[in-house]
Structure formats: C-alpha cells, structure tokens
C-alpha cells in the first residue's frame, strides 16, 4: 500500500547517446513509464537547451541516467559520457540524479519492429522501468 505521506514524485529518465538522447517520464505513484521522444541534437548547447525545455514542461523531482556498462559490468567509453551528462544535468539545473544500470535495455527492443522509430525513448522508459523495479 502505497505511504499517503509520502508525495508521488515526477521522474524524467534519460537513455544517453552521442547521437541521439532518449526520454521517458513517469511516477513514482503509477510506476509507469512513457516514451516521450528522442532529442537529436548536433552539439551541447542543443541538447541542453532541449533537456531544460522538457524540465519545465515536466517539472521533474528526479532525475535517472542509464549507466552502459559491459556485458560483465565493466566501465567503457560510453559509462563515462553518460555520467558526464548526468552530472552536467545535476549541476545545471539541480535536480537529483540516478543512475541506473541499462546494459540490456536497447538489445529487449531491438527485435521489436514497432519500437525502432523511436528506440531511444523507448530504451528511456525501460530504463526507468528499471529504477521503479529496483528502487522504489
């Protein structure tokens, strides 16, 4: 049963790629996720302007990045850029981040032919999916 005292919260998750950054939001109430769209921007400052569009539309109380790791858990390349972000979006804006492991996130949706016009945003909700499972 959920805590009456306790407030439902708003979350924005972010599945983080050098192309192209997925988003999804959901609640801590329903713990359901909805692909919101996938954020194509060419630099920096694009993305970020993009990311504090979707903070004032959605008025987020958290904040979930999806940690790419290895298979085995090791860090790469990727594990490094998408902290890097997390922190940018922590810093920037002041909002909490977590992060949320996602190594097989993009493989569970790949087979799926109606998810891959939009397989970031959909890799986002599965990634806050997750967080739901293993955090609330």
Do not use: C
């Amino acid at each position: 049963m959920p805590d009456p005292l306790k407030k439902p919260m708003t979350i924005l998750a972010f599945d983080y790629g050098t192309r192209r950054v997925g988003v999804a939001v959901g609640n801590t109430e329903t713990k359901a996720s909805q692909a919101l769209k996938t954020i194509a921007a060419t630099n920096a400052d694009g993305l970020f302007r993009e990311v504090e569009s979707l903070l004032k539309e959605w008025q987020p109380d958290q904040i979930v990045v999806g940690l790419p790791t290895h298979p085995d858990g090791a860090e790469h390349e990727m594990t490094a850029r998408a902290k890097r972000f997390g922190n940018q979006v922590n810093g920037r804006f002041n909002l909490p981040v977590t992060w949320v492991d996602e190594r097989y996130t993009s493989a569970v949706l790949e087979g799926d032919p109606q998810m891959h016009d939009n397989l970031d945003a959909h890799s986002a909700a599965l990634i806050l999916e997750q967080y739901f499972t293993e955090y609330q």
